[in-house]
């Protein structure tokens, strides 16, 4: 900065030449003093009168699209600006490979684009950059830094440009391959051949009372013609409303991390069955153990046929991240005490304990059909199948031997022979295959009459072409399968 103890060493330097009565230190004196003076000013007044902004087109755009940035710079004043460096604040998730105006920021997973540029007198510049939606997130771009000086480089001046704007990238959503869906709810919008329940808000004409029929039904117009008691006769529906149950968690013990390559597949699963749902004139719902930014609660979107419920479901999605915010059978059992009789709630995860199958079994025996969609291929996860249930599913880790239930219980999706596990399990030596085996038949026990689909990974979820889900097993007697082939 320019100081007063520089303008005394000029003025001194300049009285010591007239004093030698040598012109050159004059000159010197007077020519260093004048340089410095116009260079406090350039300093002082390079960032008067200029302002920045950027803009985004969009608000949200779909995985891999690309999107444009525009950074402005406008110096609003009579002097001209040498030289302004212009540091605007992007993460690194949005960045194209190989962006030359890219430099490291003290931020992590933040980076800066750099603009280096000198603006005449009530100038604007705009530049333009390219981001890519390459990773599923909700990102923020900005804040900006304004970096100016003087234009011999003595002096420079910085400002904080605040203010973000919102990006959000959804999740990837590819085809699904996946089996109709007959509505379960008795009372809803859409006509059906079975005779349940009559929806109020729909009329068939008007018919003979009968004992028991309500009051309010009377039609008096009618009965006062007919001259006996008539009622409104109305039209069965049958719902179709599907709740989404998403675990964010990709083992049972969410305190050792997490799986990125399992998530993201349970997202784009999550995201292929809501837009399937909705597709087919479903009343869509999400539920899950992540929290949205700022709320501190778990995540959930009622069930409905609005037009914006697809966009709001894949944003929620999209900022959908561990850790999780509760366990994933307190999402199942919430539910219970939420959903309408006979909604149809289907759970998507990496993983699958007996803590919740039961709590799926719960939710089951308040009349809602259940399923599971068990995504494989999570990395440290030991696999199973059961005999009898036909289910391919999987273990965390190692059972202690003597551990309980469980402890024991398995944890996901795979395919091992049933008849490996019964013949170690009849090893009276083997006691920790014995314990395992008695997890994976607890397992088995809890999960009859829940339907179990499969989505198996192969390779990257960025290189999938479709989800193609298989059933595993179905609802078994007494269950009812909320999801045909229809």
Known sequence: MFTRGALWACLLLALAGGLLRSAGLVLLGAGVGLLALLAWAGERYCLKGVSYSRHVPVRSVFFGEAVELKCRVTNDKPLPLPWVEVLEEVPEALLKPGETAARPCYKARRAYLEMFLSLRWFERVTRRFELAGRQRGDFRLGPARLLAGDVFGLYERAHDVPGEQRLVVYPRLVPLVWPSLPGGRPQGERGSRRWILEDPSRSAGVRDYRSGDPFRLIHWKATARAGRLQVKACEPTSSLQLM????????????????????????????????????RGFQVGLAANSCLPGAGRALRLPPARDPRQLREILTALAQAMPPAVCRPEDVVLSEAHRLRWGATALLVTAYLNLPLASALTA????GHPVAVVLVGGTPGVREASFPGNGAALETGGHARPGASEEETAPAGLGEAAASAIQAKAADPADEEATSLAAGDAALARALRGIQLLRLRREGSWRDIARLALEEVAGP???????FGRG
Do not use: F, K
Request: net charge negative; aromatic share 4%; charged share 20%.
């Open 244 to 279: 989404l149950l998403v675990n964010v968690n990709t083992t049972p013990r969410p305190w050792e991390g997490y799986h990125p390559d399992a998530l993201e597949l349970v997202l784009m699963l999550a995201a292929a069955l809501a837009r399937d749902g909705i597709d």
């Open 363 to 366: 939710l089951r025996a308040r």
């Open 476 to 482: 078994g007697p007494g269950g009812s399968a909320p």
